[in-house]
Nanobody, 115 residues
Framework: HVQLVESGGGLVQAGGSLRLSCVAS????????MSWYRQVPGQQRELVAS???????YYVDSVKGRFTISRDIDKNTLYLQMIRLNVEDTASYYC?????????YGRGTQVTVFS
C-alpha cells in the first residue's frame, strides 16, 4: 500500500485557478496508474482525470481543456492543474494510486469555487 497526501485546495473565485498536489509515500514509477477523483456530499465519487504508467491520460468531459493531470516521478508527486474553475467544480478532491493489484485513496483536499 502507498500513503497519499493531497494539498493545494482552497477557496477560489469562479474563473480562477488552483494546482492540487498529491505526494506518495513511495515510488510512483511502478504504479499502474494514478487518478484524481472528486466527491460532493450525497453524490458518488467521480473520476476526474487519470494518468497511466506510460503517460496516457484520461479526462471526464466536464473538465477537458481546463484540467491537466501530470506527475513528477522524481518527487513521487501527482498534480492536477485546474484553470477556469466554476462553481460546479466545488468538491473534495482525492488522489488515487493503483498498483494493478488494488488501490489507495488519500484523505482529500477541499476545493470551493464561489461566483
Amino acid at each position: 500500500h502507498v500513503q497519499l497526501v493531497e494539498s493545494g485546495g482552497g477557496l477560489v473565485q469562479a474563473g480562477g485557478s488552483l494546482r492540487l498536489s498529491c505526494v506518495a509515500s513511495g515510488s510512483i514509477s511502478s504504479l499502474d496508474h494514478m487518478s484524481w477523483y472528486r466527491q460532493v456530499p450525497g453524490q458518488q465519487r467521480e473520476l476526474v482525470a487519470s494518468i497511466t504508467s506510460r503517460g496516457n491520460v484520461y479526462y471526464v468531459d466536464s473538465v477537458k481543456g481546463r484540467f491537466t493531470i501530470s506527475r513528477d516521478i522524481d518527487k513521487n508527486t501527482l498534480y492536477l492543474q485546474m484553470i477556469r474553475l466554476n462553481v460546479e467544480d466545488t468538491a473534495s478532491y482525492y488522489c488515487y494510486a493503483d498498483s494493478g493489484y488494488g488501490g489507495d485513496y488519500g484523505r482529500g483536499t477541499q476545493v470551493t469555487v464561489f461566483s
